[in-house]
Each structure stands twice: as C-alpha cells, then as structure tokens.
C-alpha cells in the first residue's frame, strides 16, 4: 500500500497537478486549500507526509508547523516544504518536521516524486 500524503496548498491549480502526479504514482491524496481545512483534515485522516506551501491565507507554513508540533499525535508526520520563495532568514525548520525544503519552481511530476521518497525514507529510519 502507498502512502497517504495531504496536500496545503492553496492554489488550486497547483494543488491539482501535485495531486494528479502523485496520484499517477499510485499515492493516496487529498487536498485542502488552507490552514484550517488542514487542521480538519488531519483531525479526520492522519497522513504519512504532508506536502506544505510556506504562504497560506489566514497562516503561514510555519504556524502550521508550530501547529503540527503542538499536538502529540501529529508531532512525528514528516513535512515536504514547497514553496515559491523562502525568506532570507528561514530557521532550520527540523525540529518542526520539515524533512525537505524544495522551490515549486523546481518540481516537475518525477523531481516531487522522488522528493516524497526521501522523506519517506527518513521518516521510516
């Protein structure tokens, strides 16, 4: 069985061509366009990783994170962070899960693919 995987990204566009390619790789998907659908999201399935956009409406990628970590049972998901830009001053995100940090401008159907393998593999290490 693949993993599950929750998409936050709140372009729907983009949102839709992650959950396309991953599905196509035999990934279990949903999606959710901001913080709090998430929220509801994971309240109702726990996923294996998260794929997490930095900028959301209404909360960032790190509330979210800060979020993730404030509850024990969501602690230990692993998170890809996707983003169209990283701030200067971007902290090691580690300790909130983040396992890879990759610019949406970088990814295509096989680079995500092979991104979410990593995180898989560290997260079963």
């Not at 999201?41 to 294996?48: F, I, K, S």
């Not at 404030?70 to 909130?96: G, H, Q």
Request: hydrophobic share 50%; with cysteine.
């Amino acid at each position: 069985m693949m993993a599950s995987i929750l998409i936050i990204e709140d372009d729907p566009w983009l949102a839709d061509c992650y959950r396309v390619w991953l599905a196509a790789a035999g990934y279990a998907v949903r999606t959710v366009g901001d913080a709090q659908a998430a929220l509801d999201a994971l309240d109702a399935v726990r996923p294996d990783v998260i794929l997490l956009d930095m900028f959301l409406p209404h909360a960032n990628g790190v509330q979210v994170l800060h979020t993730l970590q404030s509850y024990e049972d969501w602690a230990d998901i692993p998170v890809l962070l996707c983003s169209s830009s990283f701030p200067d001053n971007m902290p090691d995100l580690t300790a909130y899960g983040v396992r890879r940090v990759v610019a949406k401008s970088d990814l295509s159907p096989s680079r995500l693919q092979d991104e979410l393998k990593e995180v898989l593999l560290y997260a079963a290490l």
